[in-house]
Structure formats: structure tokens, C-alpha cells
């Protein structure tokens, strides 16, 4: 597996604002995710960070919306601009790990961002 | 029809009980399978990958049947602990990067 943090934990923003989530990992991963998981439902995919390439974005999503950063293999980052009380959510980042042995990916989150837009 | 179903429940069991919980996807293409556990306020955690052969950790068993698109987990002996949301994965892709499909999860309620 893999130690994922997050910062901030949580934070309350006014509409208008912009705020960017830190993502860190203890281990060299090449690939990246941000999810979104609004109030009462399930995770959504908002892009894949890769390592030296721009983020791809799942269909409702937008770059000039979650501009995304992936400097190195441990670290990324998330923006979520000109936030709308739409935009409360928990926002989570994941990381992708090769099982050694089974040939098969797995992915483990982090503990998530909690976002408050007032 | 939604790419990964799951019954919301909530599931309520006695300690000691067993429960299985379902999941149909819509993929066909898919080809890797996972449970995850969600507790309230956190972030999902893997509870196991599910093979074609099905699989087995301790209380936990995992089904898969690729023909009916359906993925099945049993818990038995449950524990107090075991309350929590249970999320069924899917992903269509067989290799390189997974985009995983979450169901809306799954509560069990496991009470004394």
C-alpha cells in the first residue's frame, strides 16, 4: 500500500475564492487521482494526474476549473477555482500501486479534503 | 442504468451474523473488481481485490461471476467494527491505468 496525506484536512471558503489541496505520497507512484465525493453519494473520478503530462478530465470536469499539478512522482496538487457552494464536497486524492505477484493495480486514497463554500 | 449497482441497504444484523451484500456492473469489458470499506467521515479503504476464482481473508469472501456481470461479499461472524459502508469497484481496463466506477455503497449496521 501506500501513506497518502492530504492538506488542508478541511476548510471553509467564501464563492469566488480558489483553493489548492496538497496531495503527498511516501512512495514513488505514476499515477495520480482526484475524486469527488458530494454529500450523500459516491466517488466520482475528476482526473488522472500523470507525472509529466498534462491531467486527463472525465467528462464534467475542466481544466480551467481544477487545474491540476504534478511536479514529481510523490506529489500533486488540486485547485478548485472561483468555488460556488456547488463545489462543498469532499475531494480526495488516490494513488495507483502495482500488486506484486497478482499483475493487478490498486488504488488507496487519502484521508480526503473537506470543503465548505459559504 | 447505473454503470455499478449496489442495494443502499441499510443492512441491519445482529453480532455473529452472517450478510452478503450484491453488486451488478454493466461493463462487460471490466476486468478488475474490488470492495472497499468507507467508514463515516473517512476516506474509502481497499478490503479486497476480487479474483475470478474468488477469493477469501479471514471473515471475508469475495465472489465474482463474470457471465451474470455479478459480484457478491460475504461477511461472516460480523463484528461491531464491521459497520461501515461498503463500496463494489469496477474498472474497464486490463491494463495501465485503472479508471474505477463506485456504487453508491452499501450500510451495514451490525449491533449487539
Known amino acids: 500500500s501506500a501513506v497518502i496525506s492530504q492538506k488542508p484536512s478541511r476548510d471553509i471558503c467564501q464563492r469566488g475564492t480558489s483553493l489548492t489541496i496538497q496531495c503527498q505520497v511516501d512512495?514513488?507512484?505514476?499515477?495520480m487521482f482526484w475524486y469527488r465525493q458530494q454529500p450523500g453519494q459516491s466517488l466520482t473520478l475528476i482526473a488522472t494526474a500523470n507525472q509529466g503530462s498534462e491531467a486527463t478530465y472525465e467528462s464534467g470536469f475542466v481544466i480551467d476549473k481544477f487545474p491540476i499539478s504534478r511536479p514529481n512522482l510523490t506529489f500533486s496538487t488540486l485547485t478548485v477555482s472561483n468555488m460556488s457552494p456547488e463545489d462543498s464536497s469532499i475531494y480526495l486524492c488516490?494513488?495507483?500501486?502495482?500488486?506484486?505477484?497478482?499483475?493487478?493495480?490498486?488504488?488507496?486514497f487519502g484521508p480526503g479534503t473537506r470543503l465548505t463554500v459559504t | 442504468r447505473k454503470e455499478v449497482e449496489q442495494d443502499p441497504g441499510p443492512f441491519n444484523v445482529p453480532e455473529g451474523a452472517t450478510v452478503a451484500f450484491n453488486c451488478t456492473y454493466s461493463?462487460?469489458?471490466?476486468?478488475?473488481f474490488f470492495w472497499y470499506r468507507q467508514d463515516c467521515r473517512k476516506e474509502p479503504k481497499l478490503l479486497m481485490s476480487?479474483?475470478?476464482s474468488g477469493n477469501e481473508d479471514g471473515r471475508f469472501t469475495a465472489q465474482l461471476n463474470r457471465a451474470s456481470q455479478y459480484i457478491s461479499l460475504l461477511i461472516r461472524d460480523s463484528k461491531l467494527s464491521d459497520s461501515a459502508t461498503y463500496l463494489c469497484?469496477?474498472?474497464?481496463?486490463?491494463?495501465?491505468?485503472?479508471?474505477?466506477?463506485f456504487g453508491t455503497g452499501t450500510r451495514l449496521l451490525v449491533s449487539p
Open positions: 488516490s494513488v495507483e500501486v502495482v500488486r506484486i505477484g497478482k499483475s493487478s493495480y490498486e488504488q488507496y
Open positions: 469497484v469496477v474498472n474497464g481496463m486490463n491494463t495501465g491505468f485503472q479508471k474505477l466506477v
Open positions: 461493463n462487460s469489458a471490466s476486468q478488475s
Open positions: 476480487v479474483y475470478s
Open positions: 512512495s514513488q507512484v505514476t499515477m
